[in-house]
């Protein structure tokens, strides 16, 4: 195969676009029921069935979006770690079988959080119009949590972690580090927008390991960075 030249680059690009494709249609595929509830509340206009629709949402994500996402990103880091012809469906099944458990249980602990603030949310709107500074620190939390999610996927397949140091390093990183989180949250929603706004094609061949991607990119700055820093810490 010409690896030279235009030719080259061509294929080296066609690659890479195959390599996102697959992995991003293996993670929906694991997503199917999230995907299809997401779907169907596009479409909703009654404010009740789209409230069930998001509980169906949160009850089903950690037993499938949860372990598909961790599966996407053991794939991802194999690209970001000189592993980029690691075969796609092997490593991306190997990956949902190993984080299963744990990514599951991460899932229920966050739907639940998310659920509780976003409850909280919603009373205080409601009853408790002059105390607008409880629904701002709310979505503040919601934001934290948001973010927390792109740290806490990386963290699962990168570090042997329990459970609980897992979220409580996501959060810490999220917080730590404004201003990766910042740049993490604005790539994220970036992609978010130009694929449901402009290129819907994009959610079903790009979307999903798009994110995965600069999340992990992120966060591998990050984890570098901190190493180095501790390494000079060491050896002084």
């Not at 794939?75 to 469906?89: F, N, Q, S, Y």
């Not at 709310?138 to 990386?154: C, D, E, R, V, W």
């Not at 061949?205 to 600069?214: D, E, L, Q, R």
Request: hydrophobic share 55%; proline share 3%.
């Amino acid at each position: 195969m010409q690896t030279n030249g235009i030719m080259g680059g061509l294929y080296r690009v066609s690659e890479w676009i195959m390599r996102f494709s697959v992995t991003n249609l293996l993670w929906l595929l694991c997503s199917l029921p999230v995907v299809f509830f997401v779907l169907t509340s596009l479409l909703m206009e009654d404010t009740n069935q789209l409230i069930m629709n998001f509980i169906i949402i949160a009850i089903i994500s950690p037993f499938t979006l949860f372990p598909a996402t961790s599966a996407m990103f053991v794939v991802v880091r194999k690209w970001l770690t000189g592993e980029e012809d690691a075969p796609l469906i092997k490593t991306f099944f190997k990956g949902y079988k190993e984080n299963y458990v744990q990514s599951m249980l991460g899932g229920i602990i966050y739907c639940i959080l998310f659920a509780i603030m976003i409850v909280n949310l919603n009373f205080y709107n409601q009853y408790y119009t002059d105390l607008q500074f409880l629904s701002i620190f709310i979505l503040i939390l919601l934001a934290i949590a948001t973010i927390s999610l792109f740290y806490f996927f990386p963290l699962m397949v990168h570090l042997h972690l329990k459970l609980k140091e897992l979220i409580k390093n996501a959060i810490v990183l999220t917080v730590g580090k404004p201003l990766y989180s910042l740049g993490l949250a604005l790539t994220n929603f970036l992609i978010l927008y130009i694929s449901f706004e402009y290129f819907t094609f994009l959610i079903i061949i790009f979307m999903g390991s798009a994110m995965a991607f600069c999340s992990y990119y992120y966060f591998n700055m990050l984890f570098q960075k901190i190493q180095t820093i501790r390494e000079n810490s060491d050896s002084e």
